[in-house]
């Protein structure tokens, strides 16, 4: 509470009804003819790690028995999640991942779990996961339609050099005999990541990009091999933090066609107990960092190895297992949200947010498996998409922004063919925005007020025009809007309004059915402070949209 009050503080003052000094305009400009860049049908990703109940930050264990070794697998509300996305790319990784033994016949050793002990890579010795086990949790992907990308262990048969430095080549026996037992039993592995936060200097240990790509030879040859004339998985790589030289180098070695996708980490709001991260969150500039990242990985792979792509493999915000007072809010979702969007403009194919459960970040609760507010982001409905899955397509387009930086807008090809979708996160405690949107195909760049265009400004927007193009100039089509806000206006809160109405599970457990307010195309959108809005535009003219 206090947290809040102090958070809130510039809000309190202010009068309920929206008056003309408490908002301001802006122009949203789409531009449709073309797209800027593209993800894929299973962008939203989520995450399970490796951490067992010992697993503590700032005094504080926040992962319960949420791990891959010891989750309830025949939780009904976890397969409920799972299934309502339809489907949801679920990567199974994480710190401890290059610590696991694979429990196949020549293992040689006990398949033992995970223990602490002092001296050992993250205060834990190495750790097992059974067949037995494995058959489990891929009777929970089979059954919920998940998309697997699972974390190899990249560690194994090197020596440590240094402190934090390995060197050897990898030894691949246990891990190829498990991959030879996954294909055996036709369990439908999408993709095979190779070691996790190895590269460049490393967190907790390191491996040099040059052996690492010749590992990845390997592996790609054991993959030929298992596979044989059946549809062979992807190969991604490093699950690491960004780093060019060495991420180039990685392509580089490995050579064309061997690395499918790069895998890269987020944690850019700082620790966990950082008092900071609420600010961080709502700042534009500071949110706004991380896109020099994208774009540089963009560019590498574009340079060292076309045949990839970039893919966010893990993304929880805050490190160290999360903000226990932020990141199971709703205030988390503006940072979560504005990472989908910057990502999938610099062509980020897939986006796996740390976690599904687990740690203080989990979409679903550790102990009761309830959403949180981030979940909604998500799920989705029926046999679709929600939200963003739902109404984001794959295409990106580019738009045109006048007005306040403390509004975020990312527009998409709408999810069915044609039309568009908007998103928009005010950032802002205590200002509305009124947003108009306008078509690139109708507005006159030569006279009017300063626009900005991704970060570029640009002069001249003529207002007096249709805001799709050609149609719906009689003023009768509609737009679908998804307003989402905090209960009770506390950003801290758990619980989630759209439109007004907090989303929680049925009776039943299941996800409810979210049902957007029409509006007529021709009337501006107001974003109340600290709030985010999907819509939908459906009769929007994008030539990109209907290809």
């Given at each position: 509470?206090?947290?809040?009050?102090?958070f809130l503080?510039p809000?309190?003052?202010?009068?309920a009804?929206?008056?003309?000094?408490?908002y301001?305009?802006?122009?949203?400009?789409?531009?449709?003819?073309?797209t800027?860049?593209?993800?894929?049908?299973?962008?939203?990703?989520?995450?399970?790690?490796?951490?067992p109940?010992?697993?503590?930050?700032?005094?504080?264990?926040?992962?319960?028995?949420?791990?891959v070794l010891?989750?309830d697998?025949?939780?009904?509300?976890?397969?409920?999640?799972?299934?309502?996305?339809s489907?949801?790319r679920?990567?199974?990784?994480?710190?401890?991942?290059?610590?696991v033994?694979?429990?196949?016949?020549?293992?040689?050793?006990p398949?033992d779990?995970?223990?602490?002990?002092s001296?050992?890579?993250?205060?834990?010795?190495q750790?097992?996961?059974?067949?037995?086990?494995w058959?489990?949790?891929n009777?929970?992907?089979?059954?919920?339609?998940?998309v697997?990308?699972?974390?190899?262990?990249?560690?194994?048969g090197?020596?440590q050099?240094?402190r934090?430095?390995?060197?050897?080549?990898?030894?691949?026996?246990?891990?190829?005999?498990?991959?030879e037992y996954?294909?055996?039993?036709?369990?439908?592995?999408?993709s095979?990541?190779?070691?996790?936060?190895?590269?460049?200097s490393?967190?907790?240990?390191?491996?040099?990009?040059?052996q690492y790509?010749?590992?990845l030879?390997?592996?790609?040859?054991i993959?030929?091999?298992l596979?044989?004339d059946?549809?062979?998985?992807?190969?991604?790589?490093?699950?690491?933090?960004?780093?060019q030289?060495?991420?180039?180098?990685?392509?580089?070695v490995?050579?064309p066609?061997?690395?499918?996708?790069m895998?890269h980490?987020?944690?850019n709001?700082?620790?966990?107990?950082?008092p900071?991260?609420?600010?961080?969150?709502?700042n534009?500039?500071?949110l706004?960092?991380?896109?020099?990242?994208?774009?540089?990985?963009?560019l590498?792979?574009?340079?060292?190895?076309?045949?990839?792509?970039p893919?966010?493999?893990?993304?929880?915000g805050?490190?160290?297992s999360g903000s226990?007072?932020?990141?199971?809010?709703?205030?988390?979702s503006f940072?979560?949200?504005d990472?989908?969007?910057?990502?999938a403009k610099?062509d980020?194919?897939?986006?796996?947010r740390q976690t599904?459960?687990?740690?203080?970040y989990?979409?679903?609760?550790?102990?009761t498996?309830v959403?949180?507010?981030?979940?909604y982001?998500?799920?989705?409905?029926?046999?679709?998409?929600l939200?963003?899955h739902?109404?984001?397509?794959?295409?990106?387009?580019?738009?045109?922004?006048?007005g306040?930086?403390?509004l975020?807008?990312?527009?998409h090809?709408?999810?069915?063919?044609?039309?568009?979708?908007?998103?928009?996160l005010?950032l802002?405690?205590?200002m509305?925005f009124?947003?108009?949107v306008?078509?690139d195909?109708?507005?006159n760049l030569?006279?009017g007020?300063?626009?900005?265009?991704?970060?570029?400004?640009v002069?001249?927007l003529?207002?007096?025009v249709?805001?799709?193009?050609?149609?719906?100039?009689?003023?009768?089509?509609k737009?679908?809007e998804?307003?989402?806000?905090a209960?009770?206006?506390?950003?801290?809160?758990?619980?989630?309004l759209?439109?007004?109405?907090p989303?929680?599970?049925?009776?039943?457990g299941d996800i409810?059915l979210?049902?957007?307010?029409?509006v007529?195309?021709?009337s501006?959108?107001?974003v109340?402070?600290l709030t985010?809005?999907?819509?939908?535009?459906p009769?929007f003219?994008?030539?990109?949209c209907?290809?």
């Amino acid at each position: 509470m206090n947290l809040w009050f102090i958070f809130l503080l510039p809000l309190l003052c202010l009068p309920a009804r929206v008056r003309s000094e408490d908002y301001s305009d802006v122009t949203v400009i789409v531009r449709g003819s073309e797209t800027i860049a593209s993800t894929s049908d299973e962008f939203i990703c989520a995450t399970i790690d490796w951490w067992p109940p010992e697993k503590c930050n700032y005094d504080q264990c926040p992962w319960g028995r949420a791990s891959v070794l010891n989750l309830d697998l025949i939780n009904p509300l976890l397969g409920k999640a799972i299934q309502a996305f339809s489907p949801l790319r679920i990567r199974v990784g994480g710190s401890l991942q290059d610590q696991v033994l694979y429990g196949t016949p020549n293992l040689g050793s006990p398949c033992d779990p995970f223990t602490k002990v002092s001296g050992g890579l993250f205060g834990f010795s190495q750790g097992c996961i059974t067949l037995e086990r494995w058959d489990a949790i891929n009777d929970l992907f089979l059954n919920t339609g998940a998309v697997v990308t699972f974390g190899l262990n990249a560690l194994q048969g090197r020596r440590q050099i240094s402190r934090s430095v390995w060197g050897g080549p990898w030894n691949s026996s246990n891990a190829r005999e498990f991959m030879e037992y996954t294909v055996s039993m036709n369990y439908p592995i999408d993709s095979w990541e190779f070691g996790n936060e190895l590269s460049g200097s490393g967190i907790g240990a390191s491996v040099g990009a040059e052996q690492y790509g010749k590992d990845l030879v390997e592996l790609q040859t054991i993959i030929n091999e298992l596979y044989g004339d059946s549809r062979k998985p992807l190969v991604v790589a490093p699950g690491g933090f960004y780093d060019q030289k060495w991420f180039a180098q990685l392509l580089e070695v490995s050579g064309p066609n061997v690395l499918n996708a790069m895998t890269h980490h987020i944690y850019n709001l700082g620790a966990g107990n950082d008092p900071q991260v609420p600010n961080r969150i709502l700042n534009p500039q500071y949110l706004s960092r991380t896109s020099d990242t994208f774009r540089s990985l963009q560019l590498t792979i574009q340079r060292h190895g076309p045949w990839s792509a970039p893919w966010v493999g893990e993304a929880g915000g805050a490190y160290n297992s999360g903000s226990r007072l932020v990141s199971n809010t709703f205030l988390n979702s503006f940072w979560y949200l504005d990472q989908l969007g910057q990502s999938a403009k610099y062509d980020t194919k897939v986006y796996c947010r740390q976690t599904l459960i687990g740690g203080n970040y989990g979409l679903l609760d550790t102990d009761t498996f309830v959403p949180n507010p981030d979940y909604y982001r998500q799920v989705s409905y029926l046999l679709s998409a929600l939200l963003w899955h739902r109404l984001m397509g794959t295409g990106v387009l580019s738009t045109d922004i006048s007005g306040s930086s403390y509004l975020r807008a990312y527009v998409h090809c709408g999810k069915q063919e044609g039309g568009i979708t908007l998103l928009l996160l005010n950032l802002h405690r205590s200002m509305g925005f009124m947003v108009s949107v306008r078509n690139d195909l109708n507005v006159n760049l030569t006279e009017g007020q300063g626009v900005r265009r991704d970060n570029v400004f640009v002069h001249g927007l003529k207002r007096t025009v249709s805001w799709v193009g050609s149609k719906a100039s009689d003023g009768h089509s509609k737009r679908e809007e998804y307003h989402l806000s905090a209960k009770d206006g506390n950003p801290f809160a758990r619980t989630m309004l759209l439109n007004g109405v907090p989303l929680e599970l049925t009776e039943d457990g299941d996800i409810p059915l979210l049902y957007p307010v029409e509006v007529s195309v021709n009337s501006p959108i107001y974003v109340a402070p600290l709030t985010i809005a999907f819509v939908a535009f459906p009769d929007f003219e994008a030539e990109a949209c209907g290809r």
